[in-house]
Nanobody, 114 residues
Framework: QVQLQESGPGLVKPSQTLSLTCTVSGGSLTTYDYWWRWIRQPPGKGLEWMGGIGYSGITTYSPSLKSRTSINWDTGKNEFTLQLSSVTSEDTAVYYC??????WGQGTQVTVSS
């Protein structure tokens, strides 16, 4: 059973960089045909796909967030990360790490506020 767990600060100040880590257990990041994604849900709004990293290390990003987003991985730790720069209050959301095989983390609330 693949499990994902998000971790990172719950409060980020405006203009700073949001950094989250997703730790994967029960499976390998480099398993063929797996994609590892970040999805968020702002309060009162729907789910928004932010981007992902594939089993080969290729990354893909939402066009609307691409200029501010970086997704990387550490295969030795079986973790992948999200960095979102220049955050504003509009980036306040619950952030989820997800696999394309239907596995979700529990989500972590990130609030952007001074």
């Amino acid at each position: 059973q693949v499990q994902l767990q998000e971790s990172g600060p719950g409060l980020v100040k405006p203009s700073q960089t949001l950094s989250l880590t997703c730790t994967v257990s029960g499976g390998s990041l480099t398993t063929y045909d797996y994609w590892w994604r970040w999805i968020r849900q702002p309060p009162g709004k729907g789910l928004e796909w932010m981007g992902g990293i594939g089993y080969s290390g290729i990354t893909t990003y939402s066009p609307s967030l691409k200029s501010r987003t970086s997704i990387n991985w550490d295969t030795g730790k079986n973790e992948f990360t999200l960095q979102l720069s220049s955050v504003t209050s509009e980036d306040t959301a619950v952030y989820y790490c997800v696999s394309n095989k239907g596995y979700w983390g529990q989500g972590t609330q990130v609030t952007v506020s001074s």
